[in-house]
């Protein structure tokens, strides 16, 4: 099920049946003044007494739903004078092909433009109602809490998107409440740096990390994080990329925050690119189209040519466009290279294909031949969170949001190599707890990420990959089998806990394992996976977590709020600013400081909210 955010038009019914009075008015009068060879001022007067009379029959209308909304239409017909603008904003009437009221809303969009020229009506009749939001999340339900004698193993994919937090920062600071399913907590989380050790080599591609500290937000809780950190690669010693620019140019994207930043973006990422990589363009709009055939990386003026003569207009057939810009990719393939689309759009495909389910196969079959997708989500009003997060997860991609030129410089400079190059394939997570010393765990966030147990040890099951200098986190909140905070219930006759040594059930609180794939295989979905095994002992416990868990907790606290504070014992976000503000540490980019002032934002919007359901009494 998908979440909407609406919003209430403003505009009353009878002011639209108004515009259409006048609307027709002045067409008529203006046909009629010519075949019946009336003078300019004739038909202006003819069009004058029916403007007034449209006023005085909504104002009519207003007077029924009370004196408080006839005296306000009073004071907006008597502002306005009703004479007669000068005649070059007089509409030709030979372009007003039609007008449509259909119920309470006037359909502007499909007559010409200059159907929106200055009318001999008062403005407030002209007024139109905001569009209706109709940005799409795709549901979430937080992970459930797990009794460990009962459910020892959780297994999970991991996931290096960020698109969430950059989205919902938008929100904020637009002063918009984030609907609870824009909010992924892995995304909060993961958006940060903590400084997990890096590998010393390339021969095994990343380093796992664990840290077990007492929870801050309970002390009978703890608080597990597992970090996963890939070997960086310097930017002069990429592999060749052959990359596919997909932008949507279709009508939906003529905004501020839309176009124009993708092309900005864009902009920022071209001067990195060099002679080995290719370069190619596609849009799509009403159809697709090809801009920019394989082009050197290094000819940069001719690419930045070709971004700056694109622009916005008509439907948008996102399908078409996808597989042209396959196509393009086939044809300029790079072995032992990186061969990646990046789609760049707000998601909101409408003809063509659609369907999100035929989207994905589209993609998987291409995954399947080594061709990854990266997701860019820009502007808002109509995105299409759900399609862009999963069409990159099932791509081998990740996704992003970009919300301003600094966040484009994040993901497409700053991050090019662990964007762009793959050092490990189908990574999956999982962890066995062990029932003597666990009571309960739960994993926060990952929700979309859930994998069966039988799928860790299944090379042919995707899984998430790692870039070059990637770093993955992930917590899990324990409740020690000596708390009395435990949450569930034992089963009467659930089966007995799996037999363990006695030393392994003393000194161990669980056991991780982790599986990856080297990228050198020539198809993604083949090759032999490869296990890294750690366990994680009681002796690791501390009582003062480090300022990264401190900072990460925080995080999370911070998207458990925004969903509805559910799931961290009252915790409340002063606390969380608390934590946060005093591990907030070097924070050389600014982003630890911007998420303390999103949090005061947040705390400002959900106390008022709070505020208001007391005075309604709820």
């Known amino acids: 099920m998908n979440t909407q955010v609406k919003r209430t038009p403003l505009v009353r019914p009878a002011l639209f049946v108004a515009v ?240 124009p930043l993708v092309k900005q973006s864009l902009r920022q990422l071209i001067p990195q690119l060099r002679s080995q990589d290719r370069v190619s363009i596609v849009v799509y709009a009403g159809s697709a189209g090809l801009v920019l055939a394989p082009t050197p990386g290094d000819h940069h003026g001719e690419i930045l040519a070709a971004l700056d003569r694109l622009e916005a207009g008509g439907s948008t057939n996102g399908g078409d466009g996808i597989r042209l810009a396959y196509a393009m990719a086939r044809q300029a393939h790079v072995d032992n290279g990186v061969n990646r689309v990046i789609l760049a759009t707000d998601g909101d495909f409408n003809v063509g294909t659609v369907d999100q389910e035929a989207l994905e196969t589209l993609v998987g079959d291409q995954r399947k031949h080594g061709i990854a997708l990266t997701t860019l989500g820009f502007g808002s009003g109509n995105y299409n969170d759900a399609m862009a997060e999963q069409l990159a997860d099932v791509g081998d991609g990740n996704h992003a949001y970009i919300d301003s030129l600094r966040e484009a410089r994040k993901v497409l400079v700053d991050q090019m190599s662990s964007t762009l ?20 765990y739960r994993l926060i966030g990952y929700e979309n990420r859930i994998l069966q147990r039988e799928d860790f040890s299944n090379d042919k099951v995707d899984a998430g990959d790692i870039g070059a200098g990637h770093e993955v986190t992930a917590l899990y909140e324990i409740t020690p089998v000596s708390s009395p905070a435990q949450r569930v219930a034992s089963l009467r006759y659930g089966s007995a806990a799996p037999k363990t040594t006695q030393e392994n059930a003393r000194n161990e609180v669980a056991h991780l394992r982790l599986r990856y794939k080297l990228p050198d295989q020539k198809l993604p979905d083949q090759g032999q996976s490869r296990l890294i095994e750690t366990p994680i002992l009681t002796s690791q416990l501390v009582r003062e977590p480090d300022e990264a868990l401190r900072f990460a907790s925080a995080v999370a606290g911070f998207a458990d709020a925004l969903r509805g504070g559910s799931r961290m014992d009252g915790w409340s976000l002063d606390d969380m600013i608390r934590t946060a503000t005093a591990a907030k540490g070097r924070d050389p980019n600014g982003e630890r400081t911007e998420l303390l002032e999103l949090m005061k934002l947040a705390q400002a919007q959900i106390g008022s909210e709070n505020q208001t359901r007391i005075g309604m009494g709820q």
């Open 421 to 440: 190059m793959t050092i490990a394939r189908d990574v999956k997570v999982q962890i066995e707890f062990n029932p003597a010393q666990v009571a309960e």
């Open 20 to 259: 259409a009075l006048v609307l027709a008015a002045c067409q008529t009068t203006g046909e009629s003044g010519v075949a019946e060879g009336k003078d300019e001022s004739a038909a202006r007067a003819e069009a004058r007494a029916v403007a007034a009379q449209a006023v005085a029959a909504a104002e009519a209308t207003a007077r029924e739903a009370g004196p408080t909304a006839a005296g306000r239409t009073r004071q907006q017909a008597a502002r306005k004078s009703l004479a007669p603008p000068p005649a070059a904003a007089m509409p030709d009437s030979s372009t007003l092909d039609r007008i449509e009221v259909t119920g309470s809303r006037v359909d502007y969009a499909a007559a010409p433009a200059s159907v929106q020229a200055p009318m001999p009506m008062p403005m407030a009749v002209l007024a139109s109602p905001p569009p209706a939001n109709t940005e799409r999340y795709a549901a979430i339900t937080d992970n459930p809490v797990h009794r460990a004698a009962e459910q020892p193993v959780s297994t999970f994919s991991v996931d290096v998107d960020t698109g969430s937090y950059a989205n919902v920062r938008r929100m904020l600071n637009e002063g918009v409440r984030p609907p609870a399913d824009a909010v992924r907590a892995e995304e909060f989380i993961n958006y940060f740096d903590y400084g997990h050790r890096a590998p010393g080599t390339r021969e095994v591609p990343f380093r796992v990390t664990t840290e077990l500290a007492v929870a801050p937000w309970n002390p009978q809780r703890q608080l597990l994080m597992v970090g996963i950190k890939g070997y960086d690669v310097p930017k002069a010693t990429l592999a060749p990329a052959n990359l596919v620019f997909l932008i949507d140019t279709s009508g939906s994207m003529d905004s501020p925050d839309k176009l």
